[in-house]
């Protein structure tokens, strides 16, 4: 596997090694005043762009970039590390990644000089997830190191390394300040009450094809407009109890639409850091366990899409920066791959137990990292010469196999859906192309403006895998075993999400349909057309009047820091509709009616929304949740009139705390209980499309088709029983196998018949109970408007204007 080590005795590269020795370059310790990783210390955010500004400013291996404010506008920043010779021709290196990555560009004599001398460009992504926060401590020291030692010099001769200290600098912001706020008290080390992102939390690594919030965006514009990496790494942390970190390769299955090369770039990265950390005398090092290769939306799964080995390691915690002593009797493995914490081919050397510190984290990491650095230099001509093999291959593929294209009709119902996706696809850089005239194509005619997205183009992968439909296979655990689960969404195609008609194409076509190339960010709203056609939408606010008068409508927001919260507040900031966020307190108050017209909750169980965390786990101003008093303010809210929209979980409050006469059918066969055969018989899909009736004379149905799409998340749906006064907005077909749409779905037979949308009267108001998510994660832009009738629409709530 280092076939190339040898030579680099004999490569001496005198000006790098000069340098080290010549400049004076503070390390991230001397610069901070205390040592990176150490117990109880967090270096923040201000003092990370600090240190990487002083080592740009002394070294000249290092260049640091600025690609935006963030949402909370601090600065994003990623750092390139070279030799201080690359360093000086970034922008000759950066033309030429643009090249390797589309190889229609490319002449023969271009490709064969650019083979034999570009550096190979890898990416490292550290904090995405802002509590995993070792990687934004190790960033300063890989750098360093980097940009100082005269091994590492060596290999950068070849190769630059782009790092991006923490992909969520807001996160990491929020997180460092709780962290100190709360150190040498009771609450050292837990949780944040609040999400480590303004607006999604956790959510932020699943938002990658959507590329909804601002992080996303910079970074999408930076990997596949700007710098064209060919490895991306994305550093996480996970669980305490299990290994010490996890490698590549990972578990089936393979998302059809990677290249073969990519899943072997993975596994042939993955073993290099697992030798590379053996070598080194680090233990507990596993592979093969519970991360798969199928769900899309990821940091690293987008750039697989898009040619680039994306590998992910996540290291075992610890409580944010305080140490935890890890009880050998209590280390387990992980399901899917190493169920018992015991030797196996994947996990030749476990941890023993004992202390384990973020020093820990930060060293396993930085040996990993260095292993990935050292391999993409050996193996830059390799890796060069396959990303442009890929690229070209996915254009050839898609000029000589069906699908050859798909197309987006023009003058379908939702023409603001219809932009939406278009603009998703372009983000992502995949070419669409608009007809001039009306053509004909697989035996169907299309009217002028109709979109194509031929395949025959290098990121067809992610084209593909966005557009068609999700079948997750079907794998026993063991022959004749229950059913392998996905461990993350499973299904996510959007033109389904999104209530967009599609065609795919299986001939090949001619189509004279020039690239769209219009740039300008689109204005969302809610317009008065639209809602009064019950089809609130993609509107230019130059053509179509906004809503300006809407119902008062007031937003729960826990102190259990819920994503679904964070996106519901993204979706009506992003449509330009105005809430109030509703604290316990302001709940608690009552008084809700002279206040609001609508109130809604998110998804939340109801022990979430009545208890929410203990003061074991959080301050006294946060732990507590409604109570019972919170809960008969929102009970009398809606019987004075108001409108409660619960959302999912939620539901779980009418039938048990409002006195609705409704049964919940819910998810759970996760694989959680000790009897699989009962596990493989309940509801489980944790991220499908699953089919809805819907009635569109229902005032929250309309403008939806009969038959339409909703996205599940092992979401809750509605038993109703006989002479309910509630009336059904959406039910699932009767029919188990019509029931799934895209993804994975166990335990159809008790899902079928149920009801997913329902509303009923309470007192002179009323409670409208979605059993799904309508806004999920901003991408369900066929559900949206379910959400914004729920709001506007009168007769289910105040006056629309
Ligand atoms: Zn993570």
Avoid at 362 to 371: G, H, K, R, S, T
Avoid at 702 to 730: C, H, Q, W
Wanted: proline share 7%; charged share 20%.
């Amino acid at each position: 596997m280092n076939r190339l080590r040898s030579l680099f005795c004999a490569v001496a590269l005198v000006p790098a090694v000069a340098f080290a020795q010549a400049t004076r370059v503070p390390s991230p310790s001397e610069h901070l005043g205390f040592t990176v990783g150490a117990d109880r210390t967090l270096a923040d955010w201000g003092q990370i762009t600090g240190y990487f500004q002083r080592l740009a400013a002394v070294s000249p291996a290092v260049h640091v970039d600025t690609l935006g404010p963030t949402t909370s506008g601090q600065p994003f920043i990623v750092v390139a590390v070279s030799t201080p010779a690359n360093i000086a021709r970034l922008a000759e290196f950066r033309t030429a990644q643009a090249k390797l990555a589309d190889p229609r560009r490319l002449t023969p004599d271009e490709e064969r000089r650019l083979v034999a001398s570009q550096p190979s460009v890898i990416f490292i992504s550290n904090n995405i997830h802002g509590s995993e926060i070792g990687g934004s401590q190790m960033a300063m020291e890989l750098a360093y190191r980097l940009a100082t030692n005269d091994t590492l010099q060596r290999y950068l001769d070849r190769e630059i390394v782009l790092v991006a200290p923490s992909m969520n600098p807001d996160g990491q912001r929020m997180i460092t300040e709780w962290y100190r706020k709360n150190l040498g008290t009771k609450w050292e080390g837990g949780p944040l009450p609040w999400l480590y992102h303004p607006y999604v939390g956790h959510d932020n690594n699943r938002d990658w094809f959507m590329v909804t919030q601002k992080e996303t965006r910079l970074v999408t514009d930076y990997l596949y407009g700007v710098w064209f990496p060919e490895i991306f790494y994305d550093v996480h942390q996970m669980g305490s109890e299990g290994a010490r970190i996890f490698v590549p390769p990972l578990v089936d299955p393979v998302n059809p639409n990677l290249d073969p090369m990519i899943v072997r770039g993975i596994a042939h990265v993955g073993a290099e850091m697992a030798l590379a950390l053996e070598e080194r005398g680090k233990s507990g090092v596993a592979n093969s366990v519970i991360y798969d290769l199928w769900w899309h939306g990821g940091a690293r799964s987008t750039p697989t899409r898009h040619n680039m080995v994306g590998v992910i390691t996540e290291a075992a915690s610890v409580r944010i920066a305080t140490p935890i002593v890890q009880d050998t009797s209590k280390l387990r493995g992980h399901a899917r791959g190493l169920p018992k914490y015991e030797r196996r081919i994947n996990f030749p050397n476990p941890w023993p137990g004992g202390t384990w510190r973020l020093r820990d984290i930060i060293d396993y990491e930085l040996v990993a990292a260095e292993a990935l650095v050292r391999l993409a230099s050996e193996q830059r001509e390799d890796y060069v010469r396959n990303f442009v093999a890929m690229g070209r291959r996915a254009i050839a593929t898609g000029a000589k196999e069906a699908p050859y294209a798909f197309v987006i009709p023009a003058g379908q119902g939702d023409a603001g859906a219809v932009e939406r996706l278009v603009d998703v696809l372009r983000v992502g850089r995949v070419e669409v192309g608009q007809s001039r005239a009306s053509f004909s194509a697989g035996g169907k005619t299309f009217a002028a403006g109709s979109y194509v997205v031929r395949l025959d183009q290098p990121y067809r992968a992610h084209a593909k895998d966005l557009l068609e439909v999700q079948r997750f296979p079907k794998m026993e655990q063991w022959p004749g075993g229950p059913p392998e689960r996905p461990y993350d969404v499973a299904g996510w195609t959007l033109p389904l999400q999104m209530g967009v008609t599609i065609m795919p194409i299986d001939q090949p076509l001619t189509v004279d349909a020039p690239l769209v190339t219009d740039a300008s960010p689109r204005v969302r709203c809610v317009t008065r057309a639209a809602a009064a056609l019950g089809a609130p939408a993609v509107r230019d606010t130059r053509q179509y009047g906004c809503l300006t008068r809407v119902p008062r409508v007031g937003l729960y927001k826990s102190w259990t820091a819920s994503m679904d919260e964070g996106w519901t507040r993204w979706v009506m900031d992003d449509f330009k509709l105005p809430y109030v966020s509703l604290g316990d307190s302001a709940v608690r108050a009552g008084s809700l009616r002279k206040r609001f017209d609508v109130i809604v909750i998110p998804d939340l169980s109801l022990r979430e929304v009545r208890d929410g965390m203990s003061d074991a786990q959080v301050p006294p101003p946060y732990a507590g949740g409604l109570g019972a008093e919170g809960i008969a303010a929102l009970k009398r809210f809606a019987e004075d009139g108001g409108h409660l929209v619960l959302v999912d979980g939620a539901t779980e409050l009418a039938a048990e705390a409002l006195g609705i006469d409704v049964k919940l059918v819910t998810a759970g066969g996760g694989g959680g209980s000790r009897n699989a055969a009962a596990d493989a018989e309940q509801i489980y899909a944790p991220g499908s499309i699953l089919r809805v009736a819907v009635d569109p004379a229902h005032p929250v149905g309309k403008g939806m088709a009969e038959s339409s799409a909703i996205y599940f998340v092992n979401s809750t749906s509605l038993d109703l029983p006989a002479g309910s006064k509630a009336r059904v907005i959406a039910r699932y077909p009767s029919q188990p196998d019509s029931i799934l749409l895209s993804g994975f779905l166990q335990g159809a037979s008790k899902l079928a018949g149920k009801v997913a949308a329902a509303d009923v009267p309470l007192g002179s108001g009323r409670v409208t109970m979605f059993g799904f998510r309508p806004l999920y994660r901003g991408q369900s832009y066929g559900t949206f408007k379910m959400f914004f009738n729920a709001l506007l629409e009168p007769g289910t709530s105040g006056p629309v204007q």
